[in-house]
């Protein structure tokens, strides 16, 4: 089954953190990267981060604050997320890019409360 799932999202003060995870499920293949992508209520999907080659690169919204990271396979990407402020409130998603086509995963909700 061709999968993506996102884990480790939740309700969380300002300032507070949380680490999220994406699993590609073995179908996926052969993945090209992956990325984090975010919605906010009433707004468009943007891209939060991923790598360039092996370079992690990230949204200027959340540059110093998110790490992202992946595992030795490269089928597992992260997101640290730290000092989230109440404008991170969004749905996360993953994203594998491969030459077959991009797959997404259903998302994981992180709500921030002020």
């Known amino acids: 089954q061709v999968q993506l799932v996102e884990s480790g999202g939740g309700l969380v003060q300002a300032g507070g953190s949380l680490r999220l995870s994406c699993d590609a499920s073995?179908?996926?293949?052969?993945?090209?990267?992956m990325a984090w992508y975010r919605q906010a209520p009433g707004k468009e999907r943007e891209w939060v981060a991923d790598?360039?080659?092996?370079?992690?690169r990230y949204a200027d919204a959340v540059k110093g604050r998110f790490t992202v990271s992946r595992g030795k396979a490269r089928r597992t990407l992260y997101l640290q997320m730290n000092n989230l402020q109440p404008e991170d409130t969004a749905v996360f998603y993953c994203?594998?890019?491969?030459?077959?086509?991009?797959?997404w995963g259903e998302g994981t909700q992180v709500t921030v409360s002020s």
């Open positions: 073995k179908s996926i293949t052969p993945i090209n990267s």
């Open positions: 790598f360039g080659g092996n370079e992690p």
């Open positions: 994203l594998a890019r491969t030459s077959w086509g991009n797959v």
